[in-house]
């Protein structure tokens, strides 16, 4: 793709919010004020706690990446909103964990015993829409999975983005024109298909919209929020052309696939971070680059071949912490400690009023996240703390077993699978693995986190089995 094809298309499409600034006032130039920060949130899809050079890894080159965590905040106790894309994504965007989000499922249960895909409420403001109001610039690239595919209104530009290009799944008897190499731009089919004979991998194909867009908005006084949602590495991304990083190392073929897709998206990254560096926009950037959840194991690729979790139990679609304990770097110059690391624990639900705070928004009514912006800027004496953090995970129609629960309260960790599940505890203190199930030591224990479990759950449309159990 030529970043000129997509120019004019792009231009009328910003034309509206692109040159309103909200510190323009008479006789002041715009050397004279001080802009919010920009802040480009970078999420990767099913990468690892242990994927990352930064993170213990060390046969999977993430110069980049590595490079950025060197300059700015690592966390080791940070956590996804979910096991799986889409619910981990609905904590993202509205703040709320799992027992209160719309969406605790890849799909959940409609009407007429239909299982399928669940979009946001339209009454649920988003991450975008909250920047929006705070009179920032925000765009959207690449996976949404969070829309019903025949609603546009549920679609990424109608829920808070100025400009958005995502990728469409097809529901069952979708109304609309469906290629599965094709992107959206603003919900308007551009006929722009990913051919992967023609880009490394799908998200360089991604990031060259990042890169229009970044060029396109050139408002000196108006900050931008760019959310940029990566394919890398998830299993589904099959076809890469680049077929010669990590040949010489001997590796299944699978496995070589798989480090090849980290290696290149971390080109990527480094691709945005060399722009705003050039444009001198990188000084006033917050930076955060994350995981939607734990290392997979799917598409032949095996979890242990590179220690994906680290020595974390488990994997994507686990409660366990490999499923749910991901990496998580900030990097805002001149405010976040170089080189720092926290141990601060704290999840997806924390991102929405960590950035309002920093954005100078209104923080939503609704939310259950605890801002760590002090943590970031070296206060631990002002940073507050989470009782406990929640997660459920609706995984198919069964009731007995379809929903899966856990709680992080302190070092201990409680793992229910399935209603009728035996409840596992885990002090993570001193069996970060989740070997030793301790439950039937501690059976005051065993008590207080079942009703935690249900305290924590409300039942909401097409997740109705929450708030269940003993």
Not at 18 to 36: H, I, R, W
Not at 94 to 105: C, D, M, P, V, Y
Not at 264 to 287: F, P
Not at 443 to 454: D, I, N, Q, S
């Amino acid at each position: 793709m030529k970043l000129n094809t997509f120019k004019k298309t792009t231009a009328i499409l910003l034309v509206t919010s692109l040159f309103t600034s909200m510190y323009s006032m008479a006789g002041t130039t715009s050397s004279e004020v001080t802009k919010k920060p920009n802040i480009l949130f970078l999420l990767a899809d099913d990468l690892g706690y242990g994927e990352l050079g930064s993170y213990g890894q060390d046969k999977i080159k993430t110069p980049n990446i590595d490079e950025l965590a060197r300059h700015g905040k690592k966390f080791t106790q940070f956590y996804a909103g979910n096991a799986v894309c889409s619910p981990s994504r609905a904590v993202l965007m509205t703040g709320k964990h799992s027992g209160h989000a719309t969406i605790r499922g890849n799909k959940g249960h409609h009407p007429n015993n239909v299982w399928d895909r669940v979009s946001l409420r339209k009454d649920e403001l988003t991450l975008g829409e909250m920047l929006q109001q705070a009179d920032y610039q925000t765009a959207f690239v690449g996976k949404w999975h969070l829309e019903n595919a025949n609603d546009l209104e549920t679609w990424a530009f109608a829920r808070g983005f100025d400009y958005s290009v995502q990728e469409q799944w097809k529901m069952d008897n979708s109304k609309i024109e469906f290629d599965e190499r094709m992107h959206w731009v603003n919900g308007i089919n551009q006929r722009t298909l990913y051919d992967y004979t023609k880009w490394d991998n799908l998200d360089e194909f991604r990031t060259n919209f990042a890169m229009e867009y970044l060029e396109t908005i050139k408002t000196p006084d108006k900050p931008f929020f760019l959310f940029m949602s990566y394919r890398a590495p998830h299993g589904h991304e099959k076809l890469i052309r680049n077929k010669s990083l990590y040949k010489d190392k001997g590796w299944p073929a699978s496995e070589r696939h798989h480090a090849a897709k980290i290696t290149l998206w971390d080109k990527q990254v480094g691709r945005i971070i060399n722009y705003l560096k050039e444009t001198g926009e990188y000084e006033n950037t917050l930076i955060v680059l994350t995981s939607d959840n734990g290392g997979h194991n799917e598409g032949g690729h095996d979890y242990r071949f590179f220690k994906s979790n680290g020595e974390l139990r488990g994997y994507k679609r686990d409660l366990y912490e490999g499923g749910i304990r991901v990496p998580n770097i900030v990097v805002w110059p001149g405010k976040v400690a170089k080189n720092s690391v926290t141990d601060h624990i704290s999840g997806f639900q924390d991102i929405m009023p960590t950035l309002a705070e920093v954005a100078n928004a209104e923080v939503p009514s609704i939310t259950d996240g605890v801002s760590f912006l002090p943590t970031l800027l070296g206060q631990p004496e002002k940073q507050n703390t989470h009782e406990y953090l929640y997660w459920e995970e609706t995984k198919n129609r069964d009731i007995n077993k379809a929903l899966y629960r856990a709680i992080r309260h302190g070092n201990w960790k409680a793992v229910q699978y399935g209603l009728k599940g035996k409840l596992q505890l885990f002090n993570l203190a001193n069996d970060i693995s989740e070997q030793h199930d301790i439950a039937k030591k501690h059976p005051e224990k065993v008590k207080y986190y079942k009703a935690l479990f249900k305290k924590s759950s409300v039942p909401v449309t097409y997740f109705p089995y929450a708030n269940t159990g003993d």
